[in-house]
């Protein structure tokens, strides 16, 4: 059958069109000790109104109700490297 090579190999599983974004382990103790700051609400770089990050990343996964959809589903919350905050 005539189509797109799997790279791994036939039988395995293809590789990802797009990749997925990183999320790190964060401790529940820490996430619940701490008063944090990590999340596009908190960042200079980020239009509320609009609900888009004034330098051109999606906010999708780092706004503050996503990051703890995400905590509290697996203990992960995926951080944002660029988060600049006045
Ligand atoms: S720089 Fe990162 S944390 Fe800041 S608004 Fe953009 S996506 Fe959100």
């Given amino acids: 059958m005539a189509g797109i090579l799997n790279p791994k190999g036939k039988g395995k599983t ?28 908190d960042c200079s770089h980020f239009d509320s109104e609009k609900v888009v990050c004034t330098i051109g ?14 905590f509290y589903l697996g203990g992960t919350m995926a951080f944002c490297r660029f988060i600049e905050i006045d």
């Fill in 57 to 70: 990343y999606n906010p999708r996964h780092h706004l503050k109700s996503e990051q703890e959809h995400q």
């Fill in 14 to 41: 293809p590789p990802r069109i797009t990749p997925s974004i990183k999320k790190e382990t964060v401790k529940a103790r820490d996430f619940l000790s701490y008063d944090t700051r990590f999340s596009c609400e």
